[in-house]
């Protein structure tokens, strides 16, 4: 029988505390410890983690270009 995961009440505070784990634990930071921790399904840890590298990722690039032409 599968498990339902519920759906956050609030999703900025379940990001926050995702992504500070996430960073914090380097070696435990595992999609299935992640979930089993959270209580979320891993398609939106996948998604929260994603999101936040990308903007780092575009930031990351906005700095190098702004620099570069200065």
Not at 29 to 46: C, G, P, W, Y
Not at 58 to 66: A, D, G, K, Q, W
Request: charged share 35%.
């Amino acid at each position: 029988m599968k498990k339902k995961y519920r759906i956050p009440k609030n999703p900025e505070l379940l990001a926050k505390n995702v992504l500070e784990y996430y960073y914090n634990n380097p070696q435990a930071n595992s999609l299935k410890e992640m979930q089993e921790i959270f209580d979320v399904a891993h398609t939106r840890i996948t998604k929260i983690i994603s999101d936040d590298l990308k903007a780092k990722r575009e930031n990351s690039l906005t700095r190098r270009m702004i620099n570069k032409f200065l």
